[in-house]
């Protein structure tokens, strides 16, 4: 039977690779999908994690904190990081 | 009649469709809980799956996957159709536009996860208030939020417990969810009679089909791998993702909308300004 979770892992180490890969090469996109690599390994990550931790089925709240965190943390970073590379690059002319 | 005049009917007619989807909406949510959350078989929704049987909706729901999918490379690619062909849009894919995808997929993902368990009936289900952001994220931001909602709903899976081969599906259904909208409504500003009839028809209606088919069909396909039992796919699964969807995002999002356009805009995030077709 197929490991379907190790199907997972390998795809989201293809998209980061071919990110990386076209990132060296100075290709559009390249930086796009190293961040889609990244999240997913990212996911896969914390799946393996909450497996280790029998944390699923166990109807515990840290399913729900971990939630917060990503959307308080992440969301942060993230405005933090656009803010700094917002100036100048936004609407056309 | 005056252009006023013409406005306010206009208008009136927009709140009266808008007010005709959520009747339908919640029509659906009464019908649920009035035959039981265990009867799926008997609840509304359910029975165009069950009139036409799993065999038409498998060859429906594929052609539309088929078509879903073809949208999602394409438009990562850098084609896209307009006005009728195919055309070569540039994103730039520059940090600003890879930090909308992270936003995006932060905010989804994590709202998504903390909101799990907020259960309508405990033990069975839960709503999911951040579903009403997938459309706006498609609206506002194009395809850079088309993919942080990809992403998003990848993480929400994983903390949910449903993370497999079916999150693929997953990936790019809630890709179409805001794919969709973004795509279909000519008016976004939610500030328009038109805007307000293209979100329901859009954004809330074929969005909301079109995502749900296409999750029930890859779940379908690979029934032997996933193991969810192809009745359960097309008799609840399919009925249920249409009417989640659906019920939060007719309520919610035009009024987020309406509320998150103008700062959206005026920073040069829309994706409006940030996109170029050749």
């Known amino acids: 039977m197929v490991d379907q979770f190790a199907v997972l892992t ?15 090469a100075k290709r559009r996109g390249g930086l796009m999908l190293i961040l889609v690599g ?5 996911t896969m990550a914390l799946y393996y994690g909450l497996v280790a931790a029998g944390l699923y089925g166990s109807g515990s709240i840290v399913l729900n904190v971990i939630g917060v965190l990503i959307l308080v943390v992440g969301g942060a970073l993230s405005i933090l990081y656009l803010r700094k590379h917002l100036v100048g690059t936004g609407k056309r002319k | ?31 649920i809980l009035a035959k039981g959350l265990d009867k799926p078989a008997a609840w509304i929704i359910t029975q165009p799956f069950v009139v036409l049987g799993r065999n038409t909706w498998f060859v429906i729901a594929g052609i539309l996957w088929v078509i879903g999918t073809v949208f999602f490379f394409m ?11 195919v055309a070569k849009q540039v994103i730039r894919w ?24 907020i259960p309508i009936i405990p033990g069975f289900t839960w709503v999911r208030p951040a579903n009403a952001l997938a459309p706006l994220f498609g609206i506002l931001f194009g395809i850079p939020g088309a993919l942080g909602t990809a992403i998003g ?33 000519r008016d976004q500003t939610f500030r328009t009679p038109r805007s307000i009839v293209e979100f329901y028809i859009w954004g809330v209606l074929v969005s909301s089909v079109w995502c749900s088919l296409y ?26 993702v249409i009417f989640n969807n659906a019920f939060i995002t007719a309520i919610v999002s035009p009024i987020l909308g309406f509320i998150l356009y103008p700062p959206i805009k005026a920073r040069g995030l829309y994706w409006a300004d940030r996109i170029e077709f050749k």
């Open chain 2, 153 to 185: 709903n990848f993480i929400a899976d994983a903390l949910a417990g449903y993370l497999s081969v079916g999150s693929i599906g997953g990936f790019v259904g809630n890709f179409i969810i805001a794919y969709v909208p973004y795509k279909l409504m």
């Open chain 2, 215 to 240: 999750i029930s069909w890859w779940l379908d396909l690979l029934e032997p791998v996933i193991g969810l039992p192809r009745p359960l796919v097309w008799g609840f699964f399919a009925p249920w």
């Open chain 1, 10 to 24: 390998v795809i989201g180490a293809m998209i980061l690779l071919l990110g990386i890969a076209m990132h060296v």
């Open chain 2, 94 to 117: 520059d940090p600003v536009d890879v930090s909308i995808v992270a936003l995006t997929a932060a905010i989804y993902g994590g709202a998504l996860a903390a909101t799990g368990g």
């Open chain 2, 1 to 31: 009649m005056s252009d006023g005049r013409g406005s306010a009917a206009l208008w009136i007619v927009a709140f009266i469709i808008a007010a005709l989807f959520i009747a339908f909406i919640l029509y659906i949510g009464v019908d």
């Open chain 2, 75 to 85: 438009e990562l690619l850098g084609w896209t159709i307009r006005k009728g062909k």
């Open chain 1, 38 to 42: 990244v999240l997913w390994l990212f």
